[in-house]
């Protein structure tokens, strides 16, 4: 009998859309390691990926994109983001565009990495 293979969870952190880059960068991390072991990796991981995904110097986020920016990492919806800061849907999308042009950053988890590193979010705030 062939050994029984018990599901593994993977988690992909991808620096490029081309799919050469992809596969040649990938990394693993074991989540059986202890808990504190595991989350110093990851953070090493997030500054890693955080550095070579965002511009150097972004331009400064106005009050109201970073209002947007910690609800978008929190894994609202563009219409939950409205209805939370009484704005309007196209006022979201439009904050979330000027928000992906200054920061370099064109990805949900991306986004949240970001807001996790630079202190905006806690990782109990992620759904």
Do not use: C, W
Not at 13 to 22: G, K, P
Not at 95 to 120: E, F, Q
């Amino acid at each position: 009998d062939p050994p029984s293979l018990s599901p593994k969870k993977m988690i992909i952190l991808v620096e490029s859309e081309n799919e050469i880059n992809t596969f040649a960068a990938y990394r693993t991390l074991s989540v059986d390691l202890p808990e504190s072991t595991l989350i110093e990796k990851l953070e090493n991981l997030f500054t890693t990926f955080l550095s070579r995904t965002t511009k150097r110097n972004p331009e400064e986020l106005s009050a109201r994109e970073i209002d947007v920016l910690k609800l978008v990492a929190r894994g609202y919806l563009n219409k939950e983001i409205a209805d939370a800061l009484a704005i309007s849907l196209h006022t979201v999308i439009s904050h979330r565009k000027n928000i992906t042009r200054k920061l370099g950053i064109k990805t949900v988890p991306g986004l949240t990495l970001y807001a996790l590193m630079n202190g905006l979010i806690s990782s109990s705030d992620i759904q």
